[in-house]
RNA sequence: GGAGGGAUGGCAGAGCGGACGAAUGCGUCGGUCUUGAAAACCGUUGUGCCUUCGGGCACCGUGGGUUCGAAUCCCACUCCCUCCGCCA
C-alpha cells in the first residue's frame, strides 16, 4: 500500500513512477475516489457530532435526534461505498519503482548487472539433472500429478546439506533461524501483496479459508504484523526455511521436462525489517550475500536488475540471480531479492518508534539463499563424463555425500 | 470433536446504558530532592483519520443488531485458557 498523502501532496512524480508499472490510471482513479470518501468522512463527523449529547435529552430533542439519526444512516452508508471503492483502488494499486530501476517491461528488459564466474566447459555430451539421477518425476507424477518430484537417495542428502550451507551461513552472519507455519490466513497473504493479484498461483484450502505460502516471505512479513518494533531491534534479520507451494498457473507449457518448476519445493529465504534510511543499502547487502553463497559452491552467474514494468505488486526494486544451467545453455533464475520499502509493512501494519519523530512504518526486504533449483544448477555443473556427479567440499562437511551417481 | 471460562491502554486490572478514550496500580518519560543512585514527591504517558489548524470524528478481540445514546444489552464469528477424547 503507498502512502495516501503522497498521491494527494505530490502526484505528478508518483503518477510517473507507477506509469512504468502500467498503473498510472489506477492512480487516477484512486485520488478521485479519495476526494469523494473525503468530502463524505467530513460530512458524517458533523452529523456524528451533533448526536452527541450530555445526559438524557427532551422528548423534543429526542424528536430532532431522530430525523439526524436518519440522515446520518444515509450519509454512512455512502461513505461505507466510497471508503470500500477507496480501499479496493488502494489494495490494487502497486508499490512505485525505484528511480534507479530500467525501464521495460518483460524479462528480457532487464538490466544484467555482472556476470560472474566462468561457464563449465564440457568435452563431452552434456546431461541434464534428470538423466543424473536421483529426480524421480514419473512416480512424482503417478503420486500427486505433474511438476512433483520426489528427491531420493544421496541427491536428498545433498538437497539437505546445501539448505544447511545457506542457513548456518545466515545465523553466522546475525539472522534469527525462523521454521515458520506454510499455511495462513488471507490476511497474511493481502499484507504481503500476494493477494489480490497473484490469487491465481496460490493454492486454497477452501474447507479452512487458508493459503498455502508460495515462500516463507508471508509467514515472515506476518511475524511483526501489527507490531511496533523498537529502533535498537532494527535491522530485524530473519533466515526461513520453508516448503513453498506454487500452482504456477501462467506456465503451461513452460519448463515442462525435469525439476525446474515444480508445484512444491523447499527454500532458505531471508527476510529484513529495517528503516526508510537503510533500506536501500540492506538490498545491496542481501544480493551481496546471496552471490556469496553462488560462489562458494562454485556456480557461474550473473545479476540482473528487473525491469519496472516486470516487477510484482510489492517490489519496488528487484534482483535476481541466474545460475548457468549447462543443458539449457543459459542462464536461469534462482535467486529473487526484493526491496519492499514500505508496501507490505503498510499494509501489514509494521512500525517502529523513532524517538521524536514517533512513530514510523518500516521497510521491508526479501531474498532467496537456496532453493532446490540450485540444486539442478550444481549436479549439471560438477557433472562428470561417467555420469557421475562431484560434490563440492563444503556440502560433503554438511553431509552431502561424496559424490552422485552411476556406482 | 465435547464441556466450561475469558478477551479493556506497555503490563496488571476496575468499569449501575449517558459524566468513559476509559478508575487504580505497576511500568515509561521529565522534574524536585541527592555528591551520585535508590526511595519519596510532582508531573507526563494509546492509536488512526479529517481539518477552514479553532477543532472534529473513530477505536475497549472482529462483524452485525437494539437504543436518541453501547466498553456496558442481544446475535454471530475469531482468538486465548482449563478439562475430556483423539493424535505426530
Known amino acids: 500500500m503507498i502512502d495516501i498523502r503522497l498521491a494527494r501532496e505530490a502526484p505528478g512524480p508518483l503518477r510517473a513512477a507507477l506509469a512504468r508499472k502500467g498503473a498510472a490510471e489506477l492512480l487516477d482513479e484512486l485520488i478521485g475516489a479519495d476526494d469523494a470518501w473525503r468530502a463524505l468522512t467530513g460530512r458524517v463527523d458533523e452529523l456524528r457530532a451533533r448526536t452527541k449529547l450530555k445526559g438524557k435529552p427532551s422528548s423534543g430533542q429526542v424528536a430532532e435526534l431522530q430525523a439526524v439519526k436518519e440522515e446520518l444512516h444515509e450519509a454512512e452508508a455512502a461513505l461505507a461505498g466510497a471508503a470500500q471503492r477507496r480501499a479496493d483502488l488502494l489494495n490494487r494499486l502497486p508499490n512505485p519503482p525505484a528511480p534507479d530501476v530500467p525501464d521495460g517491461v518483460s524479462e528480457e528488459d532487464a538490466l544484467e548487472v555482472r556476470a560472474v564466474g566462468e561457464r563449465p566447459r564440457f568435452e563431452f555430451a552434456v546431461k541434464d539433472h534428470v538423466e543424473l539421477g536421483g529426480f524421480d518425476l514419473d512416480r512424482g507424477a503417478r503420486l500427486s500429478g505433474s511438476r512433483f518430484v520426489y528427491r531420493r537417495g544421496a541427491l536428498a542428502m545433498l538437497e539437505l546439506a546445501m539448505y544447511r550451507y545457506a542457513l548456518d551461513r545466515l545465523v553466522g552472519l546475525g539472522f534469527e533461524l525462523v521454521l515458520p507455519p506454510v499455511l495462513v490466513r488471507e490476511e497474511a497473504m493481502y499484507g504481503t501483496g500476494f493477494l489480490p493479484t497473484e490469487e491465481v498461483n496460490i493454492y486454497k484450502v477452501e474447507r479452512d479459508e487458508l493459503y498455502l505460502t508460495g515462500t516463507s516471505e508471508v509467514a515472515l512479513a506476518g511475524l511483526h504484523q501489527g507490531e511496533v518494533l523498537e529502533l535498537d531491534d532494527l535491522p530485524a534479520r530473519y533466515a ?168
Open 240 to 407: 526461513g526455511y520453508s516448503t513453498c507451494f506454487r500452482r504456477e498457473a501462467g506456465a503451461a507449457g513452460r519448463d515442462t521436462r525435469g525439476a525446474f518448476r515444480v508445484h512444491q519445493f523447499d527454500k532458505v529465504e531471508m527476510f529484513v525489517y529495517t528503516t526508510p534510511e537503510r533500506s536501500a543499502e540492506e538490498h545491496e547487502a542481501i544480493l551481496a550475500i546471496e552471490e556469496e553463497l553462488v560462489q562458494g559452491l562454485g556456480l557461474a552467474y550473473r545479476v540482473v536488475c528487473t525491469a519496472a514494468g516486470d516487477l510484482g505488486p510489492s517490489a519496488a526494486k528487484k534482483y535476481d540471480i541466474e545460475a548457468w544451467m549447462p543443458s539449457q545453455e543459459r542462464y536461469r533464475e534462482i535467486t529473487s531479492c526484493s526491496n519492499t520499502t514500505d508496501y507490505q509493512a503498510r499494509r501489514l501494519n509494521v512500525r517502529f518508534r523513532d524517538g521524536e519523530r514517533g512513530l514510523r512504518v518500516v521497510h521491508t526486504l526479501n531474498g532467496t539463499a537456496m532453493t532446490a533449483r540450485w540444486l539442478i544448477a550444481l549436479v549439471e555443473t560438477y557433472q562428470q563424463p561417467d555420469g557421475s556427479v562431484a560434490v563440492p567440499e563444503v556440502l560433503r562437511l554438511l553431509g552431502a555425500p561424496a559424490g552422485l551417481g552411476p556406482s
